[in-house]
């Protein structure tokens, strides 16, 4: 299982969208400058984002992105289903019923898949896990692991990306 560097670029400019005010944004140039990747790439990974409601667009010349929610209430489980699609990890191709015993018909009902079950269970488990961090917490982790130098240069960086 492996999810796609969409979701990590994806978590990263979410949390510089946090401090944006409400009437102003980011623009997808800024973002994707910022972290040395393409805008052509960030672009589809926001157009995901926003059809997910987790942000909005704003249009214009000073037009960007801001979130469309709360920090609080934006998972990282809402930004892997909004960049990945919500497809289940395992996917059951119930080999089991080409079994010798299947191929026969001498059994009536082809029963529960086991491992079927054991492993959408161990997603559920880390999807409840996602869902129980946010971006708010995010924020606070970051604020705790990184220096307020780096903190506050970032915010600065976006707040002049704007004038």
Request: proline share 3%.
């Amino acid at each position: 299982m492996q999810y796609s560097v969409g979701v990590e670029y994806a978590l990263h400019c979410l949390v510089y969208l946090i401090d944006v005010p409400s009437n102003e944004s980011i623009g997808i140039k800024d973002l994707a400058e910022f972290q040395g990747l393409s805008e052509t790439f960030l672009s589809k990974v926001f157009g995901k984002l926003s059809k997910a409601g987790i942000v909005s667009s704003v249009p214009g010349v000073k037009g960007g992105y801001r979130l469309s929610k709360s920090p609080e209430d934006i998972s990282f489980w809402d930004v892997v289903k909004a960049v990945e699609g919500s497809k289940p990890i395992f996917q059951c191709k119930n080999i089991k019923d080409n079994g010798y015993l299947y191929r026969e018909n001498c059994c009536t009902a082809p029963s529960s898949c086991t491992i079927n079950l054991v492993m959408l269970s161990a997603e559920e488990k880390m999807c409840d896990f996602l869902r129980s961090k946010t971006l708010a917490w995010l924020n606070e982790e970051l604020d705790r692991d990184l220096s307020k130098q780096v903190r506050e240069d970032t915010r600065n960086y976006f707040s002049k990306s704007n004038i």
